[in-house]
């Protein structure tokens, strides 16, 4: 796609998705917009094994918008970055199509992984304001990963996920019942006491037998 076709497709994007967005103007002046051109552009490049001219333009990006996107990241059609301060967008990330992300996003590695040691992002994942997602692992499609929540696993399609760690609470919008809300199966302090008398008990009866048969003999 040419460069006016990406920008008429951005313009719509962020229309979309951004209830604030006044006009088609406005958007020019979004830092996700920005960015994300810029990166079409350096990930051309980097492509074309042109490296260093490819970091140079997302460097630029970066320092302009906050937005920080790795020339080598593979990124569908739709991705929309709002407000966009702070978001980083890992070497080997794959995004699908219509993504969005919020400010504070990190889609990193975990410093222990080589290779494919980031995200990979399926189509219309949502991911808000300061999530992080560390690792190569998949965020299945349509999954929405909660504000601040830190995701260190693979999240199933069509999941919400809150907290640090990451948990799914919700599948195709039903809630997911906590494994620690098991009132089913509650320990019971009372039986495992019982337990430990009965063996208790029972050692000590052996030790007494012994010493009853012992002096029998005697
Ligand atoms: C993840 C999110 C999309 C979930 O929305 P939802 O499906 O409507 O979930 P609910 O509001 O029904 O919340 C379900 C449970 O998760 C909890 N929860 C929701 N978001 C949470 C979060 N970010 N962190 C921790 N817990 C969260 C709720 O407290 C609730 O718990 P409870 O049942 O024990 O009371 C939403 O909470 C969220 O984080 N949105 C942020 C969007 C954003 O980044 N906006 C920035 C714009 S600038």
Not at 4 to 21: H, L, M, S, T, W
Not at 25 to 39: H, N, T
Not at 61 to 89: E, M, N, R, S
């Amino acid at each position: 796609m040419g460069i006016f076709g990406f920008i008429k497709e951005e313009i719509d994007v962020v229309k979309e998705r951004d209830p604030a967005v006044k006009s088609s103007m406005e958007v020019l002046l979004y830092p996700g917009f920005r960015a994300i051109w810029r990166y079409r552009i350096a990930h051309r490049l980097y492509n074309h094994k042109m490296y260093f001219l490819a970091r140079w333009i997302s460097q630029r990006a970066a320092t302009k918008t906050g937005i920080d996107i790795h020339p080598g990241a593979q990124i569908g059609k739709g991705l929309f970055i709002d407000h966009g301060i702070g978001v980083i967008i890992g070497e080997t990330t794959i995004i699908g199509d219509n993504v969005t992300l919020y400010q504070g996003v990190t889609l990193g590695g975990t410093g222990k992984e080589h290779g494919k040691r980031h995200p990979t992002l399926k189509d219309n994942v949502m991911v808000s304001a300061g999530a992080k997602i560390l690792g190569s692992f998949t965020i299945g499609e349509n999954s929405k990963i909660g504000a601040g929540s830190v995701v260190l696993e693979e999240v199933p399609p069509n999941s919400t996920v809150v907290g640090v760690p990451g948990r799914v609470i919700k599948r195709d919008n039903v809630r997911v019942p906590r494994a620690d809300m098991d009132q089913c199966n509650l320990p019971d302090p009372v039986m495992n006491e019982i337990c430990r008398l009965t063996k208790e008990n029972e050692e000590i009866r052996k030790v007494l037998n012994d010493m009853a048969s012992r002096l029998s003999k005697q």
